[in-house]
């Protein structure tokens, strides 16, 4: 029987916004349990890099995508313009999606062009290149709750056939009801990682990836553990504990069924 084909790269840069973790800095000590988590809806910047109008427009789906891109490239001293892009979210814009149901359920069922392109479930890869003058490629993916695991595949892939960086951002928005009951979400977060083929001195570790199938790591604290089952784009969670406490090992993250992504993490 053939070994599994592994994929490897180096985290140069992260980004986090999660309810209670405003940012990587903060989260990174929660994580590693430095500090206690203390829930509060998650706090979205205002998208600053975008033109006025724009700017109006953009939902939480692109604030959290744009904030915690743009954090994990700061980290990691690289301007956005130059590095491919992996977009991964379970869901697209839920309120705009609740507001188009609401047109298509009422007597004027005339949809804003606006509107309807922010439906789209790569807005935010193109408010992206708007707010940062990108020209790398970029791609939008969605496999439901093994988004995060499937946007990291594709970026190490991406590394793999490139020999450049690239920045994973995963995200997700609520839904108002009564598409919540369906599906939900509580709050808006985001994880950003980015990712490099080969050390630099910013390097925070050595990422290598393949398919298994063992069960999803769990994180210790219940209010974290929440927010990872809580949240799609928050399955990434067990990997930045990892990170945040520099121990390094061996994990598992949800795949789609029956496999999982099995990551081992080799800090620097």
Do not use: K
Not at 1 to 10: C, G, H, T
Not at 97 to 124: G, I
Not at 168 to 184: G, T
Not at 191 to 210: C, F, K, T, Y
């Amino acid at each position: 029987m053939n070994a599994p084909v592994s994929l490897s790269a180096w985290i140069d840069g992260v980004g986090l916004i999660a309810p209670g973790l405003p940012d990587w800095a903060h989260g990174a000590a929660v994580l590693a349990g430095r500090e206690a988590h203390v829930p509060a809806p998650s706090v979205l910047p205002a998208p600053m890099v975008l033109p006025p109008n724009e700017r109006r427009r953009a939902s939480r789906v692109v604030r959290v995508a744009l904030a915690s891109g743009l954090a994990a490239l700061e980290q990691a001293g690289m301007a956005p313009s130059g590095v491919a892009a992996v977009f991964a979210a379970s869901t697209a814009d839920g309120h705009n999606c609740h507001a188009l149901c609401e047109t298509l359920a009422s007597h004027d069922q005339r949809v804003s062009p606006t509107r309807f392109h922010n439906s789209l479930h790569n807005t935010p890869a193109g408010y992206w290149s708007i707010a940062t003058g990108a020209m790398a490629a970029s791609q939008s993916l969605c496999a439901y709750d093994a988004s995060f695991a499937a946007g990291l595949i594709e970026a190490l892939v991406q590394i793999h056939g490139t020999a450049a960086p690239c920045v994973l951002i995963a995200y997700d928005a609520e839904y108002p009801e009564p598409l919540a009951s369906l599906r939900p979400i509580p709050d808006a977060a985001g994880i950003s990682l980015v990712l490099g083929p080969e050390a630099s001195p910013r390097s925070l570790a050595r990422l290598d990836i393949r398919l298994g199938d063992g069960a999803a790591t769990r994180l210790g604290s219940p209010s974290l553990e929440a927010l990872r089952t809580a949240i799609p784009a928050l399955r990434g969670l067990p990997l930045l504990e990892a990170l945040a406490s520099a121990r390094g090992g061996e994990l598992d993250l949800e795949y789609l069924a029956p496999l999982s992504l099995h990551l081992t993490l080799s800090p620097c």
